[in-house]
């Protein structure tokens, strides 16, 4: 059998709504590993975010802050932050509407705004901590990642800055990605560096930042909770993650024959 790389996300695809890894994908990661797969974490999450997760499945390599922060083997091969400058202009504006702003590095996560409901609610639903406050955090250190804290509405009017890209994670936040970032292009670096052919890719998501990855691999697959718009271009729909989702994709598409 032939080795193929697995990207999994982990909101709603690891972890079920109560943030719980299901049994069956405990199951099915380690068998996948046995049958010599590569088997990755590709998140949105931040490094020291993702480590626990890897430390409980026993995976050592993965994708994070959306495509800008790639570990193979325990090797960084990926870097991309955001522009410094950039996000000084990004803070003005932020500043003029009272939105907040968590500023994500390899290590650490800050804000520049104590106390504040919407930092919370979203935070919190990562099952995190409130950051500390340091609003000068990104200043002369590599930032791969911001949270943005507005709604939907609020979010055009930062649009116009062309260093960056939006993609909306909560109903009160949106991630800030370095202009054309995404888990697709963390799997490019990956794929560049093994090599693999992308028709040995598999990639497992739920969210709108898994669009460009389960379009850009050889084979895409939504969980059953997923967005529509993911759902409509993925190559396999699989049943929701609190219903066994990774561990019946797996064994429908052949990846433990």
Known sequence: MDTKLIFLDIDGTIYDHDKNIPESTRET??????R?????IASGRAPFMVKPILNELGIHSFISYNGQYVVFEGEVIFKNPLPEQAIKRLLKQAGEGKHPVVFMAEDAMKTNTDKHPHVFEGIS???AQYPELDELFYEGKEIFQLL???RDHEEKAYTAMNEFDFVRWHEVSTDVLPRGGSKAEGIKKVIERLPFDISDTYAFGDGLNDLQMIEFVGTGVAMGNA???LKEIADFVTKPVDEDGIAFAVKELGLLK
Request: one cysteine or more; hydrophobic letters at 50%.
């Open 29 to 34: 990661v380690a068998a996948l590993q046995e």
């Open 36 to 40: 010599g797969h590569h088997v990755f």
């Open 125 to 127: 639903s990562l099952k």
């Open 148 to 150: 943005l804290f507005c």
């Open 227 to 229: 967005v529509p718009e």
